[in-house]
């Protein structure tokens, strides 16, 4: 059954560190989302993407924050200069088509850990 | 207004017993809510969903209830199994949006 993977698993980095996050959404799938959750809390919207542009963001996704797919496979996302507060554990998510209604297939997430 | 409020936070439950989680959202935009669970160390996948023009929707062992009028929707888990344990969210979409909201998740764990 295709699934979203997602690389690292877990990724380390100082405050102040650019951490790129990677994603490969399943195949045939046309929009593409980040979500986070910080440790025990709800998961939050970050962002979405379709047809090589942002379609939606949350306040979240401030321009610390940058998505982008460079080539067939990967969707990334990339935080510029990372604070402590950015530590959570990020979930990447694909759809076929445009919802309402439609699933969304979340991949099993980066845990980023901000020192 | 964009919140999906749910509870409880824990629940334990005896294996065969009736789980029970419910959810609340003011946003009359919303017309999609589905459940979400989630395993240890694994991404959210979805469960069942529904839609507010129905009252009840029923998979397997699995039934959410919705009351549109009180803006309540609630998760069911009949003669529930060890192999239920995990996060259950409930969630809403709205049909403009691209977005799902999140409830706080609720913490279950079936006592074999």
């Known amino acids: 059954e295709p699934e979203v993977t997602q690389t690292p698993s877990h990724q380390v980095t100082q405050m102040g560190q650019e951490v790129i996050l990677r994603c490969v959404p399943i195949s045939n799938h046309l929009y593409f989302y980040w979500y986070r959750q910080i440790l025990g809390q709800k998961v939050e919207f970050l962002v979405s993407?379709?047809?090589?542009?942002?379609?939606?963001k949350s306040e979240i996704f401030d321009d610390q924050f940058s998505v982008e797919r460079p080539d067939g496979s990967n969707f990334t996302l990339k935080i510029r200069s990372t604070k402590l507060e950015d530590s959570a554990m990020y979930f990447c998510?694909?759809?076929?088509?445009?919802?309402?209604?439609?699933?969304?297939?979340f991949g099993p997430g980066t845990r980023l850990t901000v020192l | 207004q964009q919140q999906v409020k749910q509870s409880p936070q824990s629940l334990i439950v005896q294996k065969g017993g009736i789980s029970i989680i419910n959810c609340a959202y003011e946003?009359?935009?919303?017309?999609?809510f589905p459940w979400y669970q989630q395993f240890p160390g694994k991404g959210p996948a979805l469960l069942i969903a529904i839609r507010p023009d129905v009252s009840e929707k029923k998979e397997g062992r699995f039934t959410i209830s919705f009351n549109k009028s009180a803006k309540q929707f609630s998760l069911h888990i009949m003669d529930s199994q060890p192999g239920d344990s995990a996060t259950y969210f409930c969630a809403a979409e709205a049909n403009r949006d691209d977005k799902i909201i999140f409830g706080k998740g609720t913490r279950l764990h079936i006592l074999p």
């Open positions: 946003n009359t935009a919303f017309d999609y």
């Open positions: 993407f379709y047809n090589n542009e942002i379609s939606e």
């Open positions: 998510a694909s759809s076929p088509d445009y919802r309402p209604g439609g699933e969304q297939f």
